[in-house]
């Protein structure tokens, strides 16, 4: 595990430094060249470094690190999720690409914003932290992708419980179940998945807005964002097609059998934006009623 994450990360190391004479990775390379290396170079080596033992330690020290040897199916009825009190409500949007959450995580916002309630957006995986770049290398294997994507969330837990202890409504595109759908279908068991998450934050409420793949490609052709971007979105849409529909059917057996306090609702994502946004606002009204009683 240590050699797969450090060799990872030597791709990261400015070409200018490895390209150096007599440079070798890792930290002799530092004592090697500390006469010719410059000081700003030694601190973004030494960053890179740090950054990776992080990882290293933070999957080393789980007791379930080791990877099943099967792929038992999931008794979700019995799982022990948290059930620490908070007085904000954490909510989750869950759905394939193209489904609509960010549409409607906007039109949530702006409606609990105009209610007076104060709204924090997150977005997982969070490509701002040195673990989620991680994610976008395309030579991991599905369990070492769950990992980072775990670790990810786990860096998020302390900034989340803290937004929530203030009564802020904390609304997140993706959460864990995302790995559980996306993972599961590359053949990643769904109970070892669940068990490495197992001690993060549940949500309140988790709307899952059931998109049919093609409503989906719609969406994105619709969708206001740059050409580059949605030509390629699109395009591994269409490379992945059979995937996608498997991880659709994952989300909503998720639905079903997911049982750790939070409240599923399954969100039609062929009906007309406004009737969905009106369906998830009723919910998350009598979520604000029942946290204030």
Partial sequence: MQNEFYYASLNHIPKKIMDRPGFEPGTSALRKRRSTIDLSAQIRIQKYLINLKFIILWASSLAWLERPADNR???SSNLSWPTDFMKGIFIVFEGITGAGKRTHIRILSERLRRLGKEVVNITFPNYETDI????????FDPFTLSLL???DRSLY???????????IIV?????????????SVRNVPLEWLISIEKNIIKPNLVFLIDTPLERGIARIQQANIE????REMLERIK???????RIRAMYLKLAKEIRNGSKWVVIDGTKNDNIIAEEIWNVVIEEIKKSNE
């Fill in 73 to 75: 199916k999931v008794e």
């Fill in 132 to 139: 989620a770049k991680l994610t976008k290398r395309s030579d």
């Fill in 149 to 151: 994507y775990a670790a």
């Fill in 157 to 167: 837990q302390e900034r989340i419980k803290g937004l929530l202890e203030r009564g």
């Fill in 171 to 183: 609304i997140a595109d993706r959460y864990c179940y995302s790995n559980f759908a996306y993972q």
């Fill in 227 to 230: 050409d580059f971007t949605k």
């Fill in 239 to 245: 490379k992945e097609r059979e995937q996608i529909e």
